[in-house]
């Protein structure tokens, strides 16, 4: 067993190596390999456990939604704060709740089963469209909404979708007690994330001058201890850890940037194993049965839901028309609508499997379909552009004191920049230090004379508050090609 899912580790490096320029989602990819080595097509794997899958899932979950609040920047988000909350909060009920009626109507289904089949699917995806727009700058505002709705609209999902299941499975309903316990739930988990968001502050600047192996120690803890605290008291535990991640993201922590690090490493092997796995629970012999089933919900969620629920969160809002078809078409599908899939096989209203497969279907023709033009989209709206030079890397400095200087990594990108200048021809900021320049795999040691080409990667050591002042003074001096 450790080798072939060793195999299947490695089939998912080299496929993303030869797909690359491809731009193909890691979801998809890790879908792929599972397929591939589960029982309908090599049989190498035999796979069909869903409780097992649901009690992984939920564990990766928890470090994705925590990694997507801790990448948030808080002070970005501040000023599309009223888009990104309605679109993530209100844009996801009602996105679900329109697209299934419409499929109940359309399908044949069960009213309350279709309502749940379009709440599994109705949180976007911010690995799959951010992967697929890593060559890409979109405007600001946009750029701001896409991303942050993107990764913060999964808590809703969650706590919708099991809401709505523990009214099917529930022997009575008292519709005014449900309500009550979904908004317990909400607004629990939210208060739950955010008071330990806080606390764990604190402990984090006591023990700054520990080995920072134990700060990742720590960091796993804390997650898993916000979890864990609001399922025990009745409220949602992923919206707890996610909003715990909001408030410690945008909190001074020593090592910041190495738990950013840290945090994204692990969300991406949660995520990377946690698809594997599912794809391993799919059976595709069986979508001869719900293909028509997956086109209805993939059409209706994407022409039909989303726009709606775009349209009446952003109307009283600055966005053009073009920004809003956008912002609708980077409603990408992705891994947490998968993971949701399988909440109704674990709890036995989906033996059939059913809905997983519609869901799974669905999915991958949003990853392909959508996908696959929404860079284009973005060229023929005019939002987007190569993407100018970002800091690559951040190197802090720790030590028990505390520092306002990082280190950070400037490439001048030699496909956008042409010319050269002088390190002594730059106004840099007072305390600013050029240690090195990468050219070619060759170091250089830099002096006043040393000329600076399209092509080099520079090491800088700046103030944190003057890092962009540092970068458009260095990218200032190269013309545009």
């Not at 060793?6 to 390999?33: E, G, Q, R, Y």
């Not at 035999?46 to 939604?65: H, S």
């Not at 060559?135 to 991303?147: M, R, S, Y």
């Amino acid at each position: 067993m450790i080798l072939v899912v060793s195999l299947m580790i490695i089939f998912v490096v080299f496929t993303a190596f030869f797909t690359k320029k491809l731009n193909i989602p890691l979801i998809l990819i890790s879908l792929l390999i599972g397929i591939i080595f589960g029982s309908d097509v090599t049989g190498i794997i035999y796979f069909d456990d869903a409780q097992l899958t649901k009690r992984v899932a939920d564990i990766a979950l928890i470090f994705v939604l925590f990694s997507g609040g801790f990448s948030i920047k808080y002070s970005d988000l501040k000023t599309v704060m009223k888009p990104v909350l309605l679109l993530s909060t209100v844009g996801v009920v009602i996105t679900a709740v329109v697209s299934g009626f419409v499929f109940w109507l359309i399908s044949g289904w069960d009213l309350t089963k279709s309502i749940l089949l379009c709440s599994i699917i109705s949180s976007t995806d911010a690995a799959a469209v951010f992967s697929i727009l890593r060559t890409k700058q979109l405007n600001k505002d946009i750029a701001l909404i896409t991303e942050a709705e993107s990764a913060s609209n999964d808590p809703m999902a969650v706590v919708l979708t099991t809401f709505i299941i523990q009214l099917m499975i529930a022997a009575e309903v008292n519709i005014f007690s449900s309500i009550i316990v979904f908004f317990w739930q909400f607004v629990g988990g939210t208060s739950i994330g955010i008071l330990i968001g806080f606390l764990a502050t604190y402990p984090f600047n006591k023990i700054r001058d520990i080995d920072i192996r134990y700060y990742y120690l720590f960091l796993i803890g804390v997650i898993l201890f916000t979890y864990g605290l609001a399922n025990s008291i009745g409220v949602s535990g992923m919206l707890s850890v996610f909003f715990a991640g909001l408030i410690m993201g945008k909190s001074q922590l020593p090592h910041k940037n190495g738990l950013t690090s840290f945090i994204e490493i692990l969300s991406f092997i949660s995520y990377t194993g946690l698809f594997i796995l599912l794809g391993l629970l799919v059976f595709p012999r069986s979508f001869s049965k719900i293909w028509l089933f997956g086109i209805l919900l993939f059409v209706l969620i994407t022409f039909v839901g989303r726009p709606i629920a775009v349209f009446l969160c952003t109307f009283f809002g600055k966005l053009s028309l073009k920004d809003k078809i956008f912002l609708n078409w980077s409603g990408i599908r992705g891994a947490v609508p998968v993971v949701l899939a399988t909440y109704p096989m674990a709890v036995g209203i989906d033996n059939d499997h059913q809905i997983f497969n519609t869901v799974f279907f669905a999915v991958t023709l949003s990853i392909i379909i959508q996908g696959t033009t929404i860079a284009k989209l973005a060229d023929m709206f005019g939002l987007a552009v190569k993407a100018k030079n970002k800091v690559k890397q951040k190197m802090e400095l720790v030590t028990v004191h505390d520092t306002n200087y990082e280190m950070i990594e400037i490439f001048i990108d030699d496909e956008i920049y042409q010319g050269e200048c002088k390190i002594s021809d730059l106004s840099l900021p007072a305390g600013t230090t050029i240690t090195m320049i990468n050219r070619e795999d060759t170091i250089i040691a830099p002096s006043g004379q040393t000329v600076i080409l399209p092509g080099d990667t520079l090491y800088v050591l700046v103030n944190k508050e003057k890092v962009h002042e540092c970068i458009n003074e260095i990218l200032g001096m190269f013309p545009r090609k």
